[in-house]
């Protein structure tokens, strides 16, 4: 009955796209606009669709119904029922599931959002091409990752579960989902940009329909990515969070392409400048998310993220080529309508910044880029193995960050046009004196070295710079000035510097250390006395752990583990965390003796500052939330631009071009 259903659904999503985008493609370009309501309605069968896999699967899962093979695959009755709900996305052919589910919810909205405007040109084709992507993971899901597909079920068959490492920790419930809402959320923004070009209505308008769209995804992405360091921290027994794995990579490449345009479109939205640069921008950002998806579910490399591995690399590459080079084409066919008006009239400005900035992303993301993508390629050149490994990126990527650092506090104070150099020797006068006093501060503490010294300094410089532009709003308009893009904006910036400064006070000062102890003795280790007690032992139906109860300090009690898992044999480490303000300690189990008397070896990481981390990912949550919202000033002028962008859908419908209704920017601005 399950495999039943859950294919049909599959198949039901496959027609209901290809039958939408094929109907839509049509109308628009026979003008008979009338078939678009129609097209609405397989748009919502693909809802309809999405919904329907899921919940099958998930029935499937629960019900431990093992005439599906993904279920013979990941589940097992002994696995708690959280980590049999996720995991549907934790092998190969539930992602594709997720995918699916995401990107019709997505379809869902843009329609509710959107359902005045059916007949407008730049919705069908954007709509149009959402069903065209997909129609593309349904193919999957139908063809080479078909999810549903039957099983021959041995007698007392019980199958292992998902991955150890996928079952022990409860972050795994909402990274993946957090970071393909992301991922999937960039395809609206793709969608708009790919229908104004399309139309030819390639001015500001389609920037304001899609602005809150992909400040949602990158904020999605945000915090997918920084759930993702906290589980590799919390799970995988090495005391770090970031390795430059090729699909940690994966995810921060669409992460910094798209923070890219999130800043330029500013310059777009203001002046009329860099909109062949932002549509690139925002086709790279959504053919980046195509590539993280196939790094990380194709088998093409060995990481302790890619949890898959499938016959779906080509399918995927080959969508890949075809996003990239017909968002390429689609521009390089534009390219005379695309060209500026206007030209940045100075260096000292904050379209000169932007512009700065965005070369600065657009260089970290190459280097990611090159070192995570070349060893694929010189192994499928003369299949040999090549290794990149965190020399290269932090040897180039460190000075690439200073640099944005260095950025984030000069723009914001920065004035459209021209600034004079008394406006800037003013404006930067608080920011530059927090920047001196966060690095007199870290080297009376204690703090050594160029690199961490120059962190702090830069760090309280751009800290400064937002901090300043987040009070004078708040004085102009109360608790509102903490809401709108540029607000939130400035709230995301002090998220990072606090991330900045984590993540060079935790490597820089850290201590690691290994120690062999008897139970009763102790060791001291940054100024911290760690006392082995004893070993022992707990077991149940899923797992059997054997653990050391450690002291800290002559305090509280912690228990890092080994913990084997029954259904699979696989042995993980499971360390326990003392987290702080100022520092964690880490402990791991790394050895145990086969006398519960004898010695046991521990591992002992304090890393300094580490849960600034945390907390600067969920300030750039927060922030993300607060520009989506518009701000109080900004309400006029996103009323006057929605007038506007309607007049430039009714131009077409009269016969005017596009290019003699007047930019919404240019009326927007003033």
Known sequence: MNPALGYGFSVLGLSASVLG????????????????????????????SGIGTFVIMEIALFQRDYTIAYVQKVGSSTTPALFNFAALWSALEGSIILWALLLSGYVAAVLVKFRDRATDPLMGWALVIMLAISGFFFALMVGPANPFLRAVVPLGFDGPGPNPLLQNHILVAFHPPMLYLGYVGFSVPFAFATAALITGRVGEGWLIETRRWTVAAWGFLTIGIVLGAWWSYEVLGWGGYWAWDPVENASLLPWLTGTAYLHSVMVQERRGMLRVWNLSLLCATFSLTILGTFLTRSGVIDSVHAFSEGSIGPWLLVFFAVVAGGSIGL????????????????????????????????????????????????????????TIGRPYFDSLGRPIAFV???????????????????????????????????????IAIGARGLYPVLTFGLGGFAAGAALRQVILATRRQGWRGFVGRTNGGMIVHIGVVLIAVGVASSEAYKTDRSATLLPGQSVVVADHEFTYLELKADENDRRQRIYAEVQIDGEDI?????????????????????????????????KTPDDPQGPVRLRIIVRPMISWLWTGGALMGIGSILAIFPGKRRRGTEAVSAVLAKAQQNSEASGVSPADVPSVTGASHG
């Open 558 to 590: 912690y228990a890092p583990a080994q913990t084997r898992y029954l259904r699979s044999g696989m042995v993980v480490p499971t360390p326990s965390v003392r987290p702080g303000f100022s520092e964690d300690l880490f402990l791991v189990l790394d």
């Open 404 to 442: 944005m650092l260095f950025l984030m506090a000069s723009a914001p104070v920065l004035p459209w046009r021209r600034a004079s150099t008394e406006l800037l020797a003013t404006r930067l006068l608080w920011p530059a004196a927090a920047g001196v006093s966060s690095m007199a501060l870290a």
């Open 331 to 386: 521009i390089a066919w534009r390219g005379d309508e695309l060209r500026s008006p206007g030209a940045i009239d100075s260096p000292l400005s904050r379209e000169a910044a932007f512009l700065a900035n965005n070369v600065v992303f657009g260089a970290l993301a190459f280097v990611i880029l090159l070192g995570t993508v070349f060893p694929l390629l010189a192994e499928a050149w003369n299949d040999s193995r090549l």
């Open 21 to 48: 985008a094929v109907a839509g493609a049509y109308a628009l370009i026979t003008g008979r606009l009338h078939i678009m309501k129609p097209v609405r309605q397989w748009a919502w069968l693909v809802f309809v």
